[in-house]
């Protein structure tokens, strides 16, 4: 079966790192972009940034540069999106999603989410 | 960036009938535009890509057209299952953005 599993939920303080994981399985992790996309409580999907895990390529949204960084480990077929500094604002759910095809933004196998709260 | 407007916020349907939601962009996105559903405490399943294509295991009773600036996700007829929230895509140009959603509930 091809999934996409998400480590479990986070609570951390502003100010704090986090880095959150996405492990890959049932296909080939390296043929595959993987995109994550944030949910905030109650709202819609945004797109952040995605990876090529075949070399490490990244492009991210306007909106998050600088202040996300994704990356993956292909030995271990896992994506990851990490935080230097949080602020509450990060509080939401974020997803791991599969591209459907290199080149599409469609999103055709999701991870489960995982929920970061931030809070003093 | 592509702004994506959909609509209705909210929908009402009985069991049994027809939905139609309907996506509207800010400039042609072609048929590159995706259609997703997302229950309630669950991820989002994509369900319709190139505007009319079905997903993998997605039921004949899910269909999508328009192309350009108008589209259209129809639900032919309602199943329990279904009453959930969509989010209609573009990745026509970078980034891929989402429209707000619908939420179809049961009336």
């Known amino acids: 079966e091809v999934q996409l599993v998400q480590s479990g939920a986070e609570v951390k303080k502003p100010g704090e790192s986090l880095r959150i994981s996405c492990k890959g399985s049932?296909?080939?992790?390296?043929?595959?972009?993987i995109s994550w996309v944030r949910q905030m409580p109650g709202k819609g999907l945004e797109w952040m940034g995605r990876?090529?895990?075949?070399?490490?390529?990244?492009n991210y949204s306007p909106s998050f540069q600088g202040h996300v960084t994704i990356s993956a480990d292909t030995s271990i077929s896992t994506a990851y999106l990490q935080w230097s500094s949080l602020k509450a604002s990060d509080t939401a759910m974020y997803y791991c999603?599969?591209?459907?095809?290199?080149?599409?933004?469609?999103?055709?196998?999701w991870g489960q989410g995982t929920m970061v709260t931030v809070s003093s | 960036e592509i702004v994506m407007t959909q609509s209705p916020a909210t929908l009402s349907v009985s069991p049994g009938e027809r939905a139609t939601l309907s996506c509207r962009a800010s400039?042609?996105?072609?048929?590159?535009l995706a259609w997703y559903q997302q229950k309630p405490g669950q991820a989002p399943r994509l369900l319709i890509y190139g505007a009319s294509t079905r997903a993998t295991g997605i039921p004949a009773r899910f269909s999508g057209s328009g192309s350009g600036t108008e589209f259209t996700l129809t639900i032919s007829s309602l199943q329990s299952e279904d009453f959930a929230v969509y989010y209609c895509q573009q990745y026509n140009n970078w980034p891929g953005t989402f429209g707000q959603g619908t939420k179809l509930e049961i009336k």
């Open positions: 400039q042609s996105v072609s048929s590159n």
């Open positions: 999603a599969r591209h459907f095809s290199s080149l599409l933004y469609v999103f055709d196998i």
């Open positions: 049932g296909y080939s992790f390296t043929s595959y972009w």
């Open positions: 990876i090529d895990p075949s070399d490490s390529y990244t």
